[in-house]
């Protein structure tokens, strides 16, 4: 168990760009979440996985943010045409049930992103 | 919608003294989880204590201990013997317990210094 491992750790891109995060969650743990973080902010929800199915997704990913899970297993994060409002960090959270009702969340130490 | 308010942005300790750090939260909702997250430097998130809104006994993790008022919708943490290590973000968090629901709402975190 490594933990929940986010990649890259720091990405500067140009206005414009396009940029793609990965995370790969704990090996057990089918559900996996994406949360943003800005300044001195808490994290804000931005999608959920279980397994492979795509079932939450915020108000806050525009069309330009897509996210996939192919094969229930890693996770990508897609920015298009990234904004400079886009610059934040990106949290990824996978999670199992410790009992019958007890989620617990692993958070991964996150994707900075810079956009110029 | 439901909110998470933290209103101290930062808050100092001294070694081995207590602190008491507040979380105030606005939901219709009657069943809930409600957390404390850690957020290190290393900017991983860490579960640090949850309470579940159907028990009435308050929650206890060693050096942890929340104040839970279900009424009032205050949930404080309470950190006894504070040690150097302690020093981090802290994020109270709420997350509905209704099956189909996944995502969690965090405040906007208090800083926590503890000097030596």
């Known amino acids: 168990d490594t933990g929940v491992s986010q990649d890259p750790r720091h990405k500067i891109t140009k206005r414009g760009q396009n940029v793609t995060f990965r995370c790969d969650p704990i090996?057990?743990?089918?559900?996996l979440y994406w949360y943003r973080q800005t300044l001195g902010q808490g994290p804000e929800f931005l999608t959920y996985f279980q397994n492979e199915a795509q079932l939450e997704k915020s108000r806050l990913l525009s069309d330009r943010f897509s996210a996939e899970r192919p094969k229930g297993s890693f996770s990508t994060l897609e920015i298009q045409r990234t904004e400079q409002g886009d610059s934040a960090m990106y949290l990824c959270?996978?999670?199992?049930?410790?009992?019958?009702?007890?989620?617990?969340?692993?958070f991964g130490s996150g994707t900075q992103l810079s956009v110029l | 919608a439901q909110t998470v308010t933290q209103s101290q942005p930062e808050m100092s300790v001294q070694e081995a003294e207590t602190v008491t750090l507040s979380c105030t939260y606005d939901t219709s909702e009657s069943d809930y989880y409600l957390f404390w997250y850690k957020q290190p430097p290393s900017r991983q998130m860490i579960l640090v204590i949850r309470q579940e809104a159907y028990k009435q006994q308050n929650a206890t993790e060693n050096r942890f201990s929340v104040n839970f008022q279900k009424a009032a919708k205050s949930f404080s943490l309470k950190i006894s013997d504070s040690q150097l290590g302690d020093a981090a973000m802290y994020f109270c968090?709420?997350?509905?317990?209704?099956?189909?629901?996944?995502?969690?709402?965090f405040g906007t975190g208090t800083r926590l210094k503890v000097l030596a």
């Open positions: 959270a996978s999670s199992i049930f410790i009992d019958r009702v007890t989620e617990k969340l692993f």
């Open positions: 090996s057990e743990h089918n559900r």
């Open positions: 968090a709420y997350r509905r317990a209704i099956s189909g629901t996944y995502k969690y709402i």
